[in-house]
């Protein structure tokens, strides 16, 4: 995926569900940021995080770390960074075209089984992550949440 700009909270989620991510230098920060405004992770977003992430690195993605696209890059966020436009839009185009070479009778379904694990847990856990979201939106720290989004608190 090319990222241009800021990939914050559910931008950074996203991205981190595709398979590469390119982010343009001095572009923006990405990270999960979600916890600094009062709102929790489900645990699917865990489950993938640990899969692309240097394992010390998840503690501070859940403290709500913005990284440089340097930073991400390091840790495996990232799979590469560009320094223009042109460059990110060329990384992106390079990396589709290497996969679409790929035998595609032999491609998807590896694919298919490198991640059936992941979602294997992610169903796993999908009950919890459904309480735990019906519940948020009657406690406090959802409308603390809501307001900070909006900028009440700042």
């Given at each position: 995926?090319?990222?241009?700009?800021?990939?914050?909270?559910?931008?950074?989620?996203?991205?981190?569900?595709?398979?590469?991510?390119?982010?343009?230098?001095?572009?923006?920060?990405?990270?999960?940021?979600?916890?600094?405004?009062?709102?929790?992770?489900?645990?699917?977003?865990?489950?993938?995080?640990?899969?692309?992430?240097?394992?010390?690195?998840?503690?501070?993605?859940?403290?709500?770390?913005?990284?440089?696209?340097?930073?991400?890059?390091?840790?495996?966020?990232?799979?590469?960074?560009?320094?223009?436009?042109?460059?990110?839009?060329?990384?992106?185009?390079?990396?589709?075209?290497?996969i679409l070479r790929i035998e595609q009778d032999s491609f998807l379904p590896t694919r298919r089984l490198y991640r059936?694990?992941?979602?294997?847990?992610?169903?796993?856990?999908?009950?919890?992550?459904?309480?735990?979201?019906?519940?948020?939106?009657?406690?406090?720290?959802?409308?603390?949440?809501?307001?900070?989004?909006?900028?009440?608190?700042?």
């Amino acid at each position: 995926v090319e990222l241009a700009g800021h990939t914050m909270a559910g931008g950074c989620v996203i991205s981190s569900a595709a398979d590469y991510r390119f982010l343009l230098s001095g572009a923006g920060r990405i990270g999960l940021t979600e916890l600094m405004v009062g709102l929790p992770l489900p645990v699917v977003y865990l489950h993938g995080l640990h899969r692309i992430v240097s394992p010390h690195a998840v503690r501070g993605m859940l403290e709500g770390a913005a990284l440089k696209p340097e930073e991400a890059l390091e840790i495996g966020l990232l799979d590469a960074v560009a320094q223009s436009p042109e460059e990110l839009r060329s990384m992106c185009l390079k990396r589709m075209d290497a996969i679409l070479r790929i035998e595609q009778d032999s491609f998807l379904p590896t694919r298919r089984l490198y991640r059936q694990s992941l979602l294997r847990q992610m169903e796993a856990d999908e009950a919890e992550d459904v309480r735990m979201a019906a519940g948020l939106v009657k406690m406090p720290v959802f409308q603390r949440a809501v307001e900070n989004i909006a900028g009440k608190n700042r």
